[in-house]
Each structure stands twice: as structure tokens, then as C-alpha cells.
């Protein structure tokens, strides 16, 4: 084996320069010519351009070369094939030592080798196959079958023997005449087919060829008959059919994430072409390194997110820039790489509206990629009800992964988190992903906490750079949805003005992201949607609802999408109303030291339940209605439970999730914890204490100040 010289590149010397050629003198030309030894043709080119300095060549110049002192000149270093102790040169031609030369070599031949490989008088290992009343046919591999004559055996040889054969002669037609020989001392050369290793993007060219191809297996899935094992280089994917037996595992040491060298046959399937698996082994080592950072290196090239314009002008986007393409390079590798992505997202209009641009960018790619039916196996939407990461979640992914690591060998996905994943209610969940190797990534407008960082890919959150929960989730996602796939672009220019209406953010781009589809969405229309994918969301419960999601964004159809969208927001008005007409006569309202008007309502006794609006949207509806008859005037809303309160505010300069934090360490024994956004959010804690809970935030909003 040889390993190519880097220093000098293989060549031996290194150039230092270059000096005027002595033989020309710089000129270039020959000094003499012996016009005997011309041909017609060489002499009209002579008579037309004169004659090269056989020296230089013509340029009047030469090299200033210097032997490298890596190599000695060599331009490689050579290893021994069985021992691996490095030869200043091959030993009689062979990639042997002069030690091991001297020791019998039997040849293992790879089942890539076909009679092309053998020669008469070498040993190869075989195994007995049949018995025959004039020999035995013994297996050199798959596909060379020879005869060892009766009378060529000293003794009995039982099937499934391992037996060293001598090739005696090659018959026509291919027989092999056999010989067995008893050695006691011998090295093993494992033997394969010189075959041209070929990139997954050339292999379409090459069908009914014999080639080899150098990757990493990135899924292994078990049929019926053959086993299927897919193949990534830097160019793209093969797969690759290797067969034992009807519906056993071929070559069950190799799996996910291993970097193998593949043999075969390239055969046509359809629309595609296929490998048929001849030979396969792990690579290690050297190799194994060279071909994972050649890959990677492409991967990192091919991720590149597309360099946008953001749809409006902020200065917190532009701000969030860099990690919004970190975000965007890391999804689009993870959809190169066939790692399966989990898209987690809160189930209201904005987590929706978020994870729906994802979803968009990311299908067409996941597809092109992994074929049409790509979606089905590399991708999974999931909603979550509370606006964190809950253990409830992480058990179901982390389940879902390993069935489907178990039945089709594929890697443990990335999670996208949108509108949701930033506060320290995630850490739990995140620590049990991490134990499984699942990586994650956060898309939210929560108030972030530090240490989920350490759990994560990447973060963007406008409160890392200044800018606070106006800029929504559905907003930040539809921007990295550009970015990871431009194409989508007008398919999903409206989602952010839906975001933002329905997380009723008062930021100006919120303001631009309306206006800016003004010709085709009235405000209200808008409105509309946000309100329908609300009310399917609660209905919905823990179902992505591909379908009826995208009928109520107008990806589909426009007139179901009109109609739907008018039955949802009639039926939720409806319900709404009613719950506001038997809630409102409940609240409980007092002045504040600060100013402000506190309302209180106990939603488990004095509002339907189990049925839409939940107490969250309850709460929520309950305060509008306050804020319109207390106009002029900072108003908080708390709508209560057992166990848990939801807070609403304007006017309030209130930071929920610090409050949460003091909660937690003043009240012994309440359990308190929650979080949200600054001034909107909610609070959970054990019933018995909830009449202490209550009280002390009751005081520590009538501490802050109001605008």
C-alpha cells in the first residue's frame, strides 16, 4: 500500500524557482538541427516557427528543484500490506515486505472478484460447497466456483470446510482445476477488483457497469427479500440492494452513520438506478477520514442558506441575521444528510403559521433528496399545547425515533422547535432528547433563560438582540423559510401578517407584514384565519392536521379555504360569546396601588369546560372586553384555576417569568413555576396553595410600574 507524499504532492521535489535554461540560454530555441532526422511535416514547422529548446521546452526557462526531505524523493511511503512496516520500495513488484515475501501468501478474494483476478500457481481460501463422486466443488467467493478433483486430494473434505487451494489451470469456459494445500505458515492478502470509485451523480450514466462507490450509510431498511442500505457521497444518494436470503439482514455489521466502500453492479429501477451489492466493507482509519471530510466539505457548500432581502424593514431582523442563517444552514443539512427532521411547534395561529413556512421551505428539498415518498419517512409535524417543550412531548418523539431506527435504520431526527423551546421549563424534555443524540434547534419570541442554550444547535429569539415578543414566531420562521428555500417565497408571504394578528402583536412589522399582502387579504380576513387555527388547533389536540391546516392558510383550494374558514370563525364566535356572556358577570375587579385595574375570574367555576375557548383563550377574550370598557386605563386580567393562573395585561410594565422566578423562592411549598412573555403568560402551582400563590402576585403587580 502507498500513501502519496503531502508535502511535495507525490512529485518528489518542491520547485524553488526558476533560473534561464543553459542549454538556450533563455532563448528557447535549439542551437543546432540535424535536418537528417526531420520529418516533412516537422520540417515545415521548423522552417515556419524554428525549433524547441529540448531542455526547457521552448520557455527559456527550467525549475530549480529540490529533493523533498519528507519522502527522500520517493514521493510516497510504502506499507507493507501484512504487517504495515513502512518499505523504502516495493519488494519485487509486490505490496509485501521483504520479511513477509519470504512466508507462503494466500489471497481472500472479495466478492467483487471475478477470474479476471486469478492466477495459475497462487492460493486462494475457499470453503467446500459440494461433494461430488470426482471431487468437491469449493467457493472462492459468491461468484467463483472450482473443482478439486478426486485425484488431486490427500484426504476427506466435509461441506462447509475452509480449505486453501492452489489454482492449478484455468479451463475453457472458466472451470477452475483445484489443488488443496496444508500449509503451516502463511499471510492472508485480502484480494478485491481495481474498479473506478464513481460519485452517486455520475452513476445514472453507468447502468449495466461494474463500479465502486465510497460513502457513508445513512439508512438500512429490511425487506421482504434483499437488504436496502443508502449511500450518501458529496453528490447525492445511492441505493444499494444486497441479498442473503429472502428477508435476512445482508452484512449486519454495518449501519447508520459508517463510512463503506460498496461494489456492484449499477442496474435501472423505474425513474432511478440502483447498486446491486456485490461486496461491502466498513472503512476505517485514514480512509475513513479522508471520505468524511470530503463529504462534509460538500454538505457545508451544498447548506448554503440563499441570501434574502427580508419581506419588511426591521432592524431586529437584520440584527438576528447571522443566527437566522445558522438556523437555515444547519435544517438544510440535516435535509442533505437524510437526517429525519420533528417539527414541534405551539398549537395556536402563531406556532402554526411558524411551523407551516418550515414546512413549506422544507418538503421540496426533503423530497429531492430522499425521493417523492421522502416526506413520509424523513419528516413529522407534531403539536404541542403548552408553549414549552413538555416531558409529554419528548417520551411520544423519542419513542416515535426508535421504532423508526429499529424497523428502517434511520438516525435520530432534528428537532426544529417554533414558538416554543426558549425558557427553563424546556430543560427537562431537552435533557432526555440529548441522552438519545437528538439535536435541536429553537425559533420562538418567548422571554429566553440562559441555559437552555447548552442544549441546543442554535437559538433565535429577538430578545437576544433587543427586540421583544412583537416580533412573533411566524414571523422569524417565514423569514428562514426564505432562506432555506427561496422558491417558497410567495406561496408563503401572508403567514406572518396571520402571526401577528393572531398573537396580537403591536410591533411595527407587524404593521408592514400586513400591508404588505393588502391586495390580496383584508385585515380582517386575516383575522379570520388566525381565529380558525385556533379553534381547530383545541379540537385538533395533539394531530398535526396536515389537511384542514392548509385549507385554512389558502395552500389549497380557495374557495374551501373561504367557505372553512367562515364555518370555523362562525362556530367560534358563536362559542366565544356564549362563554364571555356567562364569564363577565363574574369578574371581580379592584384598583391597584400602582393604577392599575385588576380583574379576576375563576374559570373552573365560572366558565364552561372542556370545550372552546379554553381558559387561556377565555382569559384572553375577557380582557379585550375590559380594555374596551376601561379604555384610558392600565388593565390586568387573571383568569384562575385550581392550579394554575393565565395573566393578561396592557399598560403594565410586568417581566412574568422574573416574577415566576421570585414565586418560586418566596412560597414555600406552592410548586410555582410558568413563564410566557413579559406581560403575558401563565402560572402553574399545587391547589393547596393557591390562595398564597394569588396573593403574592397580586402584590407584585401592583408593585411595578404602569405606562
Request: net charge negative; with cysteine; aromatic share 6%.
Amino acid at each position: 500500500m502507498s500513501e502519496k507524499c503531502i508535502e511535495c504532492n507525490g512529485k518528489g521535489y518542491s520547485v524553488t524557482g526558476t533560473s534561464k535554461c543553459p542549454e538556450c540560454k533563455g532563448t528557447g530555441k535549439s542551437k543546432s538541427v540535424d535536418f537528417m532526422k526531420l520529418s516533412e511535416k516537422d520540417m515545415a514547422n521548423f522552417l515556419k516557427n524554428g525549433s524547441s529548446c529540448t531542455n526547457c521546452g521552448g520557455s527559456g526557462e527550467i525549475e530549480n528543484k529540490e529533493t523533498c526531505t519528507n519522502c527522500n524523493g520517493k514521493g510516497a511511503f510504502y506499507k507493507c500490506k501484512i504487517c504495515g512496516t513502512d518499505m523504502e520500495k516495493l519488494y519485487n513488484g509486490n505490496e509485501v515486505c521483504q520479511e513477509c515475501a519470504k512466508k507462503q501468501i494466500v489471497y481472500k478474494l472479495d466478492n467483487s472478484c471475478t477470474i479476471d483476478e486469478l492466477e495459475v500457481g497462487k492460493m486462494y481460501h475457499s470453503v467446500v460447497r459440494n461433494i461430488a463422486d470426482f471431487g468437491v466443488f469449493v467457493d472462492l467467493n459468491s461468484n467463483l466456483r472450482g473443482l478439486v478433483h478426486s485425484s488431486n486430494m490427500n484426504g476427506p473434505l466435509e461441506v462447509g470446510e475452509d480449505v486453501i487451494v492452489m489454482l492449478k489451470e484455468i479451463k475453457p469456459r472458466g472451470k477452475m482445476d483445484l489443488a488443496p494445500r496444508k500449509l503451516k505458515e502463511y499471510q492472508t492478502i485480502e484480494l478485491e477488483k481495481q474498479l473506478p470509485v464513481k460519485l452517486a451523480n455520475e452513476l445514472p450514466q453507468m447502468v449495466g457497469k461494474k463500479v465502486k462507490v465510497e460513502g457513508e450509510i445513512i439508512q438500512v431498511k429490511q425487506t421482504a427479500g434483499p437488504t436496502i442500505f443508502t449511500i450518501a457521497d458529496e453528490t447525492g444518494q445511492i441505493s444499494g440492494a444486497a441479498f442473503a436470503s429472502a428477508g435476512e439482514r445482508s452484512y449486519p455489521e454495518i449501519d447508520s452513520d459508517m463510512m463503506v466502500s460498496a461494489t456492484g453492479e449499477i442496474t435501472a429501477r423505474g425513474d432511478s438506478v440502483q447498486l446491486e451489492i456485490q461486496s461491502m466493507k466498513r472503512l476505517t482509519g485514514p480512509k475513513e477520514a479522508e471520505i468524511l471530510e470530503r463529504i462534509e466539505a460538500a454538505i457545508d457548500r451544498r447548506a448554503e442558506p440563499y441570501e434574502i432581502e427580508y419581506m419588511v424593514e426591521s432592524e431586529v431582523l437584520e440584527k438576528l441575521r447571522p443566527i437566522m442563517k445558522k438556523a437555515a444552514k444547519e435544517i438544510r443539512k440535516a435535509i442533505i444528510r437524510s437526517t429525519p427532521i420533528l417539527l414541534r411547534h405551539h398549537a395556536d395561529a402563531d406556532g402554526m403559521t411558524a411551523a407551516l413556512a418550515i414546512e413549506k421551505a422544507i418538503l421540496p428539498l426533503i423530497q429531492e433528496v430522499n425521493g417523492q415518498d421522502g416526506e413520509y419517512h424523513f419528516y413529522r409535524r407534531a403539536p404541542s399545547k403548552a408553549p414549552f417543550y413538555e416531558v409529554t412531548d419528548v417520551v411520544r418523539d423519542i419513542g416515535f425515533a426508535l421504532e423508526d431506527a429499529a424497523r428502517h435504520g434511520q438516525k435520530m431526527p432534528l428537532i426544529i422547535s417554533v414558538d416554543n423551546g426558549s425558557s427553563n421549563e424546556n430543560v427537562a424534555a431537552m435533557k432526555q432528547a440529548q441522552v438519545y443524540g437528538m439535536q435541536m434547534i429553537v425559533m420562538d419570541h418567548h422571554q429566553p433563560d440562559d441555559v437552555v442554550d447548552e442544549y441546543l444547535l442554535t437559538h433565535v429569539n429577538p430578545a437576544h438582540v433587543g427586540g421583544d415578543f412583537g416580533m412573533t414566531a411566524g414571523m422569524l420562521c417565514t423569514e428562514v423559510a426564505r432562506m432555506i428555500n427561496v422558491k417558497v417565497e410567495n406561496e408563503i408571504n401572508h403567514l406572518p401578517a396571520v402571526a401577528a394578528l393572531g398573537d396580537r402583536s403591536e410591533a411595527e412589522e407587524a404593521r408592514r407584514y400586513i400591508e404588505l399582502v393588502s391586495d390580496k387579504y383584508t385585515e380582517q380576513h386575516l383575522r379570520d384565519m388566525a381565529l380558525a387555527l385556533d379553534f381547530a388547533a383545541y379540537w385538533l389536540k395533539f394531530s398535526p392536521g396536515k389537511g384542514i391546516i392548509d385549507d385554512i392558510l389558502d395552500f389549497g383550494d380557495h374557495t374551501i379555504h373561504k367557505n372553512l374558514v367562515n364555518v370555523l370563525c362562525e362556530q367560534a364566535n358563536e362559542m366565544i360569546a356564549e362563554q364571555i356572556d356567562v364569564c363577565m358577570s363574574h369578574v371581580k375587579a379592584q384598583d391597584l396601588p400602582n393604577g392599575a385595574i385588576l380583574n379576576v375570574l375563576d374559570v373552573e367555576n365560572h366558565a364552561h369546560k372542556f370545550t372552546f375557548p379554553p381558559p387561556g383563550k377565555t382569559s384572553g377574550e375577557v380582557h379585550d372586553k375590559l380594555c374596551k370598557r376601561y379604555e384610558d386605563k392600565p388593565v390586568v386580567t387573571i383568569g384562575y384555576g385550581p392550579d394554575f393562573a393565565v395573566i393578561r395585561s396592557r399598560g403594565v410594565l410586568m417581566n412574568i417569568p422574573q416574577m415566576v422566578r421570585e414565586l418560586h423562592e418566596e412560597v414555600k411549598g406552592g410548586g410555582v413555576n410558568g413563564g410566557g412573555h413579559l406581560v403575558v403568560g401563565s402560572i402553574k402551582f399545587v391547589e393547596g396553595m393557591r390562595s398564597e400563590v394569588l396573593s403574592k402576585l397580586v402584590e407584585k403587580i401592583g408593585s411595578v410600574g404602569v405606562e
